[in-house]
């Protein structure tokens, strides 16, 4: 999920751009007499606050249940996993500091630093980890974990979690003692170091959490072993992050404190961007006003940044609702939407229209996926769509079309589109569908449940590789919200899991994506830009190619 130009640029990639170069003893020391602590390369501390938004409350600091944008852009920087990503995408150690890959690629040995600590002082060991993935796996979680398929990698994780075995000891992973974990994998995973570094894979500490069942609900209950921690919680209105003094690797931490308000407001936000109440403005969470896109562009002093993310935007059906059980009338209504007039005309900000899920930027066997296969599954074609919906309401005996109402989380952005393609849908369908807005919690919680018939949705990169999309919608996935199932599409994705072959793992996948497409669960409308604006004394925050921020090793170059 992501820029240090004065003008837009769209780079669709699966590395990330360098925001600014790292200068070594920049700025000047503390001339207070105060006796600020934490001056690292000539660096004053007393400047080194960063200020963002988020925008939404956080449905959940709990890594095994988390699934949005909004709770992974403050989890990332208070938990390390195994390993995290660098401004490039490249994998870098970080609670364990090396590890061993058997001949075969089924075996990982983990080596964790002795010298990480959790911020109450304990030590992180392979325990941690070994009690944190058991966890989101156990079938008995409640909620349960939504992420837990992202743990059917290791041997065995699937059987425990739908109860096909009963003996979590069985699952593949152990630590060996307080510092080796061994993970056994079910077959050769290529991108595997890449997926420890996700948040479903961060440890816990597992004495704290046994003894503190709501850890994640306060700031005062949280132990973390990340770069920073929760310092603060202020529900719905905003989060402060400090500095943690007992990460392995303090002296590469520059930021004190980070700032992150609360608020889902494009014009406001603008305001305080424009008025130096913040340093960082937009990607990853917060949208631009999107009908003053056009004039940001050409306003150096904003430094806005525009590039291609590893994103797509999509509205996705309700396949067990009433009409959207019907195939045909799933395609009448994808193919209908005017995608170029949408990226045109509203969102403005370099955005692609999508016909796939697997969006530009995803490695593919030797270019990107995107490159190696095409996404021409569908059509926009309103005479076809006519006659699919025509012969889906005859196929459910309907003379036509019940209410239908289409949901989305608030965003300016989000109910311009709505209104837009709902307007496409009167006019090229002859039907009215209604929207309503929802808050955010109660969006994502319709979604999960299954309370809606057409939902606004998104999905990023959780790491790089097309496989982080094709398996989103297998059956009984915890984030296959539109309740899809075709076991000739869990066939092809389970063959792409058993097989290092990468010719064979991206034909696989490629024909999933295609079956999938086919039988329109969702409906894909545009592959995402992140566009954001920073201060130019912001060094060293980036967005990476999937469209988080990283400002754990940033800094504030001070202001002359």
């Known amino acids: 999920m992501l820029k240090g130009i004065n003008k837009s640029v769209i780079v669709f990639t699966g590395a990330a751009l360098l925001l600014g170069s ?32 988020i925008a939404s409350e956080p449905p959940t600091l709990d890594p095994g249940l988390a699934q949005d944008n909004n709770s992974s852009t403050v989890l990332r920087p208070i938990y390390d996993g195994l390993t995290r990503k660098d401004e490039n995408g490249e994998v870098k150690p970080a609670a364990a500091e090396k590890w061993d890959i058997s001949p075969d690629g089924l075996k990982y040995t983990f080596h964790l630093r002795k010298d990480a600590k959790w911020s109450n002082g304990d030590p992180v060991k392979a325990s941690d980890f070994e009690f944190a993935w058991k966890r989101a796996l156990d079938p008995g979680m409640t909620p349960p974990a939504p992420y ?15 109860k096909k075995i009963t003996d979590a000891s069985q699952v593949g992973v152990k630590a060996k003692d307080d510092f080796t974990l061994e993970v056994e994998l079910k077959s050769p995973t290529p991108y595997f170091l890449s997926l420890v570094s996700f948040y479903t894979y961060f440890p816990l500490n597992e004495k704290h959490v046994k003894t503190n069942p709501k850890f994640a609900a306060e700031a005062s209950t949280m132990v973390t072993n990340g770069a920073f921690v929760l310092k603060d919680w202020k529900h719905n209105d905003s989060l402060t992050l400090v500095k943690n003094d007992k990460y392995y690797a303090a002296n590469e931490i ?8 609360i608020l889902n407001d494009p014009g406001t936000m603008l305001n305080m961007y424009n008025t130096n109440q913040l340093d960082w403005a937009g990607r990853p969470t917060t949208e631009f006003p999107v009908d003053q896109l056009p004039k940001l562009k050409q306003d150096k002093a904003m430094n806005l940044q525009i590039k291609g993310i590893a994103s797509t935007y999509y509205y996705e059906f309700n396949t067990k609702a009433e009409p959207f059980d019907n195939a045909k009338i799933r ?39 995107r490159e190696e296969v095409k996404d021409d599954y569908f059509k926009e074609d309103v005479a076809e769509a006519k006659k699919l919906l025509e012969e889906g309401l005859k196929e459910k005996g309907l003379a036509k079309l019940p209410s239908v109402t289409l949901i989305y989380n608030k965003s300016e952005a989000h109910k311009k589109i709505a209104e837009a393609v709902v307007d496409m849908w009167r006019q090229n369908l002859g039907v009215d569908v209604k929207i309503e807005v929802q808050e955010f919690g109660v969006y994502i919680k319709n979604r999960q449940n299954g309370n809606f018939q057409i939902a606004r949705a ?7 590789d097309p496989m982080t999309y094709i398996d989103l919608l297998m059956t009984g996935g915890g984030n296959n919200n539109s309740k899809y199932s075709n076991p000739e599409y ?70 002359k």
Do not use: H
């Open 22 to 53: 790292v200068l070594a003893g920049c700025g000047k020391k503390d001339e207070t007499g105060t006796g600020a602590t934490g001056d690292a390369g000539g660096l004053v501390a007393a400047d080194q606050k960063f200020r963002m938004l």
């Open 148 to 162: 837990a398929y992202q743990l059917y990698y290791i041997k065995n994780a699937e059987e425990y979690n739908t």
């Open 254 to 261: 520059k930021l004190n404190e980070v700032n992150m308000k």
């Open 331 to 369: 395609k009448a209504f994808a193919m209908t939407i005017n995608r170029q007039a949408i990226v045109d005309k509203i969102t403005q900000g370099d955005q692609k229209p999508a016909f796939g899920l697997v969006p530009p930027g995803i490695k593919g066997e030797k270019k990107t996926f």
């Open 458 to 464: 998104g999905w990023g990169a959780d790491y790089n």
């Open 490 to 559: 869990d066939k092809l994705i389970k063959e792409a899991y058993g097989t290092s072959d990468e010719s064979k793992r991206m034909k696989a996948m490629a024909q999933a994506e295609k079956m999938m497409i086919n039988d329109m669960p969702i409906a894909p409308i545009y592959y995402y830009s992140g566009i954001w604006a920073q201060k130019d004394y912001v060094k060293n925050v980036f967005v990476d190619y999937k469209g988080d921020i990283d400002f754990t090793r940033g800094y504030i170059e001070k202001k």
